[in-house]
Nanobody
Framework: QLQLVESGGGLVQPGGSLRLSCKASGPNFDYYTILWSRRAPGKEREGVSCTADGRVNYVESVRGRFTISRDNAENTVYLQMDSLKPDDTAVYYC???????????????????WGQGTQVTVSS
């Protein structure tokens, strides 16, 4: 069983930066594919970025602004978010599935472990 805890959300002005963290507890963390997903008010959940065995994937709307990374020794995945826009406002979730899916899917239905989420608000 894997447990995920997100942190690092907050209020930031447009153009600003935040770094989200997803801390996992459980064995063999390096054998999991990890997804960052978000749900904006009134919208469906959207996959933002994924990492698996060194491979990464991004939704087009964040490509070039967000960077995903992972530290397997610390059981943690990060999402560095730069040049934030009001449209990035959402609750951000970390999710995981056991196994290294090298296509790094952004579809939420693939993942069966989820954190509670952290709120990101981009506003002046």
């Amino acid at each position: 069983q894997l447990q995920l805890v997100e942190s690092g959300g907050g209020l930031v002005q447009p153009g600003g930066s935040l770094r989200l963290s997803c801390k996992a507890s459980g064995p063999n963390f390096d054998y999991y594919t990890i997804l960052w997903s978000r749900r904006a008010p009134g919208k469906e959940r959207e996959g933002v970025s994924c990492t698996a065995d060194g491979r990464v994937n991004y939704v087009e709307s964040v490509r070039g602004r967000f960077t995903i990374s992972r530290d397997n020794a610390e059981n943690t995945v990060y999402l560095q978010m730069d040049s934030l826009k009001p449209d990035d406002t959402a609750v951000y979730y970390c999710a995981a599935v056991r196994g290294l899916i090298l296509t790094c899917p952004l579809s939420s239905w693939v993942y069966n472990y989820w954190g509670q989420g952290t709120q990101v608000t981009v506003s002046s």
